[in-house]
């Protein structure tokens, strides 16, 4: 059994015998679980090629802010010091920089950089085709970038193991491979994930594919391959000797897995529909508490019973019930295993808002988008974004058929002069508290007055006024559902190349009560209050079963305009689902 050793971050040249602790655990695991003999190791070495091409710090800067985000400097140091050889001489801070984090900006950056490191790549896996790569940490990125970008790349007999990993990190992904996640050329791929590893590292969302699999190895020793004083790394890891080295110990074992992963996803085959809805009016404060989220949430269950949903695959969180914890776990729940030809929806009515969001340099650069659930304190931790559930609806296949309804108002440019009165219809958006407000403003000394800070557009592609529906008004807002952190640095041409090779970013129908500048506002059924949206909505598809999104949309607008309402649902979505029936 050939294996190539692939170490990350951290000049792990230095050390003539860095790969020792990762030889010594690969064996014995191997061993202990069957295999017949020692494998073979091969080292891949990189870090000169890091050095030859440094191009100083000024260089990478940018993409280092960018990668950090808001995380402080010193819970950086901590986590990347604690994964990497301890044996070596404390370094200087510029040194620390230039071998850690500035190793990732580096590669992000350089283009010319990671040909050479594809080359090499090439020559190694020629040179010594390996049944197994172990690729830790940026050796990960170096492994992933030639097995997807390089069209030399063909490995159907080499298993890939990762850990340690930031080939799922959002602002890696941005860079180097935006568009869905596939399998790259191999026969299968490990994922090893530890949430308790602070070094940008991500799940993968490749799940589903029957050659992928994710083993999660918690353990407090966070970014390290071997074990430390505080616990297991990725290697060594009883969840690793499981499900991976018992694997591949023996050409038996791996076709045993390959068949009960068949059998075990066959068996637990997803159903073909499933439904998430969510209504909250008991909202903590008594000013934000609605009347007619519950009730929508018994109106779109009946109508999606109606049309052919199973009770059973309806899920419904109301009230205290729907914190932001709880919504995020259902939203799992509902996107898992759509497959081609699975239809899932998502129904919310409630509050909405947006909140300010900060840059790495800690200064407010755009507004997310939010859903307000029943603990909500205006904080991305207690707030529902985009950012929460687009890493699962951007994997889905094109033929999937997912639907966010959303009920709610936007709550962009809302202030609190338009708030409602006693006996008024309520409204469903919060404006933000004035030192959440503070954010958004600039004091103007010449009108001596306030006004909105200017924001930059999230996307070179989205800066026109005809681009509101994916950016905001403002161009600068990552809106629900849109997907926008990674669809912001694509042109259109690039993700139009996406798609025709199938990799293109998922966008689900959106169907929202209004406009970012428009109230959503509730209806009075006799006794009984409604989302005037909901209400109208149910009313039209029940009056005419076969509508399509788009003349949906026209006729529920029609509806409120006629019954004296002042908001105009918004429609987005890619062109062929919307001529789709819709709710099939």
Not at 132 to 140: E, M, V
Not at 354 to 371: F, I, K, N, R
Not at 415 to 438: M, Q
Not at 462 to 491: E, H, V
Request: with cysteine.
């Amino acid at each position: 059994m050939n294996i190539l050793l692939v170490h990350g971050i951290g000049h792990c040249e230095g050390d003539t015998d860095y790969y020792a602790s990762w030889r010594h655990t690969i064996t014995a695991s191997l061993l202990a679980a069957g295999a017949k003999s020692t494998p073979v190791f091969t080292e891949f070495a990189y870090d000169d090629l890091f050095a030859h091409g440094y191009a100083g710090p000024d260089v990478y800067a940018a993409a280092l802010l960018e990668l950090a985000g808001s995380v402080s400097l010193h819970g950086l140091t901590d986590a990347i010091g604690a994964g990497t050889d301890q044996t070596r001489a404390l370094e200087s801070p510029s040194d620390w920089m230039r071998w850690r984090l500035g190793m990732v900006a580096q590669f992000v950056v350089d283009s010319a950089l990671r040909r050479q490191l594809r080359n090499r790549m090439h020559r190694a896996v020629t040179l010594q085709p390996p049944d197994i790569i172990a690729a830790h940490s940026l050796g990960s990125l170096v492994a992933f970038d030639y097995l997807r970008n390089d069209p030399r790349a063909a490995l159907p007999k080499s298993t890939l193991v990762t850990f340690g990993s930031q080939i799922g990190n959002l602002f890696v992904r941005n860079r180097l491979w935006p568009g869905r996640f596939t399998l790259p050329p191999v026969k299968q791929w490990f994922h090893l994930f530890n949430d308790a590893d602070r070094v940008f590292t991500a799940e993968v969302p490749l799940q589903g594919s029957p050659a992928f699999t994710e083993v999660l190895t918690a353990s407090p020793a966070g970014h390290a391959p071997t074990r430390t004083a505080e616990g297991p790394g990725y290697l060594d890891h009883e969840a690793t000797q499981r499900d991976v080295w018992s694997v591949l110990a023996t050409p038996a074992a791996t076709r045993d897995f390959t068949r009960s992963v068949a059998v075990q996803r066959a068996a637990t085959r997803k159903p073909r529909r499933r439904a998430l809805l969510i209504g909250i009016n008991a909202y903590p404060d008594p000013t934000h508490r609605l009347s007619g989220c519950v009730n929508d949430t018994f109106v779109m269950s009946s109508l999606l019973q109606e049309r052919g949903f199973d009770a059973l695959d309806i899920r419904v969180l109301l009230d205290s019930r729907a914190t932001a914890s709880a919504i995020r776990t259902r939203l799992e729940w509902l996107l898992e295993g759509a497959d081609d030809g699975c239809e899932r929806v998502l129904f919310y009515s409630g509050h909405g808002a947006q909140l300010p969001g900060y840059s790495a340099t800690e200064t407010v650069d755009h507004m997310d988008e939010c859903l307000v659930p029943y603990d909500f304190d205006w904080s991305l931790e207690r707030a529902v974004t985009d950012n929460d559930f687009f890493r699962l609806y951007s994997e889905l296949p094109f033929s999937a058929r997912f639907s966010a309804i959303l009920d709610c108002c936007h709550a962009g440019g809302m202030t609190r002069d338009r708030g409602l009165r006693d006996g008024a219809p309520r409204i469903r958006g919060l404006a933000p508290p004035d030192d959440i407000r503070h954010r958004q403003l600039r004091w103007d000394g010449e009108q001596q007055s306030w006004s909105p800070r200017s924001l930059l557009p999230i996307s070179v592609r989205y800066r026109r006024a005809g681009d509101a529906p994916m950016t905001g008004q403002n161009r600068a807002t990552y809106r629900l559902g849109r997907g926008m952190k990674l669809r912001g640095s694509l042109s259109r041409a690039a993700e139009q190349q996406l798609i025709a090779q199938k990799r293109g970013l998922y966008l689900p129908v959106l169907f929202e009560a209004c406009g970012e500048s428009e109230l959503a506002q509730e209806y009075r059924h006799g006794a009984e209050s409604y989302g005037a949206f909901t209400w109208t909505l149910a009313a039209a598809l029940r009056r005419s079963p076969r509508l399509s999104w788009e003349r949906l949309q026209r006729v529920v607008a029609a509806d409120l305009a006629s019954r004296g309402y002042r908001q105009q649902p918004v429609l987005v979505g890619a062109s062929a689902p919307l001529r789709r029936q819709a709710l099939l």
